[in-house]
């Protein structure tokens, strides 16, 4: 759910690998953010509902269950914005990741 609302998940590497020691760190703590630029649009509620979602312990994690019983699944999506110009920022790794494999299948399709 966090990436469905802001286009990258909660914990990443900084190193392009699949996982490194830094990120396996603030999984286990459950440090995340919810940065202004992509979240700023979101509703405390889905925050809330998120934050439930990646707590830590799983004796107190939500179950999806839940989730799917919560209002915020089955109200009306408000009409919001989307700003995509953070998906384009060439500064961010992982878009240029997915840059990468674009430009290469594509000259895989052309030849």
Known sequence: M???LCGYPPF???HGGAISAG???????????????EWGNVSQEAKSIIQQMLTVDPS??????WVRRQPWFHSTVPETPIDIRPFFDMENYE????????????????N
């Open 95 to 110: 878009q240029m990741k997915v840059r990468s494999i674009f430009k290469k299948k594509r000259k895989i399709l052309e």
């Open 12 to 14: 990443f590497s900084t």
């Open 60 to 65: 107190q994690r939500v179950t999806i269950d």
């Open 23 to 37: 990120m396996r760190t603030k999984i286990k703590a459950g440090e995340y953010q919810f940065p202004k630029a």
């Open 2 to 4: 966090y990436i469905l």
